[in-house]
Nanobody
Framework: QVQLVESGGGLVQPGGSLRLSCAAS????????TGWFRQASGKERERVSC????????YYADSVKGRFTISRDNAKNAVLMQMTSLEPEDTAVYYC?????????????????WGQGTQVTVSS
């Protein structure tokens, strides 16, 4: 059974950091493009970062460039996202998602497997 489970969310003060983890089971996450998405209350879901399956190239939304870093931990069958210099505008539910296409890359694929989400709240 294909499953993605996010962890690492929480409450943090502005300027703080969090590291999100997306652990996969039922398939090898490293073979599939994987992205982090977020949805704030009353807003549409947006993709904030993505990592290719073959070359490891990464992509970021302009709003998080220089602050967020996506990476793979293949030993743990997981994708991580380090978030620094967090701002109140980063408050949202964060989801990880993976493509169902083997060898997929971020610009060319849809995302079909989703986790349940983890809440990130940035507030003083």
């Amino acid at each position: 059974q294909v499953q993605l489970v996010e962890s690492g969310g929480g409450l943090v003060q502005p300027g703080g950091s969090l590291r999100l983890s997306c652990a996969a089971s039922g398939f090898t996450l490293g073979y599939y493009a994987t992205g982090w998405f977020r949805q704030a209350s009353g807003k549409e879901r947006e993709r904030v970062s993505c990592i290719n399956s073959d070359d490891g190239r990464t992509y970021y939304a302009d709003s998080v460039k220089g602050r967020f870093t996506i990476s793979r931990d293949n030993a743990k069958n997981a994708v991580l996202m380090q978030m620094t210099s967090l701002e109140p505008e980063d408050t949202a539910v964060y989801y990880c998602a993976a493509s169902e296409l083997y060898g997929s890359n971020c610009p060319d694929t849809d995302f079909h497997s989703w986790g349940q989400g983890t809440q990130v709240t940035v507030s003083s």
